[in-house]
């Protein structure tokens, strides 16, 4: 987890995120956690895995595809959230500052989905978030 352009606290976040140890309620599940549901907080159409979450919850999609049509790397959906954060998505033609600045983009925005999915369940305000 070397990227000098990404604070600790996001660097000890994606090192959670890739070893499973983030609280989605289907990991909380296997550990026997009893929770009142296993749904997307977010958008209430799936159980909420880690992949669901960062990858497949229709707010997450939003997200992740503009960051790669601001980028000119097309389609994500095929990749798993291990693929996006261990740079796998980057365009092969970026320089090694060009895959840094990509790698800390995509952790940074991966950060931002686990604090909106945050607020969004430990906040008073449980009303309409704008992702943008």
């Known amino acids: 987890m070397r990227n000098p352009l990404v604070p600790k606290k996001i660097k000890i976040f994606v090192w959670r995120l890739l070893m499973k140890r983030l609280p989605v309620?289907?990991?909380?599940?296997k550990k026997g956690i009893d929770l009142h549901s296993v749904?997307?907080?977010?958008?209430?159409?799936?159980?909420?895995?880690?992949?669901?979450?960062?990858?497949f919850c229709s707010n997450s999609m939003d997200i992740w595809s503009r960051v790669f049509n601001w980028w000119g790397l097309g389609n994500f959906s095929n990749l798993s959230f291990n693929e996006i954060l261990r740079g796998n998505a980057s365009g092969a033609g970026m320089s090694s500052f060009g895959k840094?600045?990509?790698?800390?983009?995509?952790?940074?925005?991966?950060?931002?989905?686990?604090?909106?999915?945050?607020?969004?369940?430990?906040?008073?305000?449980?009303g309409v978030y704008r992702l943008y």
Do not use: T
């Open 100 to 126: 840094s600045v990509w790698q800390a983009m995509e952790w940074i925005c991966a950060y931002y989905i686990w604090k909106i999915r945050n607020d969004k369940i430990f906040r008073e305000n449980r």
């Open 25 to 29: 309620p289907v990991e909380l599940d």
């Open 39 to 55: 749904r997307c907080p977010m958008c209430d159409n799936d159980v909420e895995s880690l992949d669901h979450a960062f990858i």
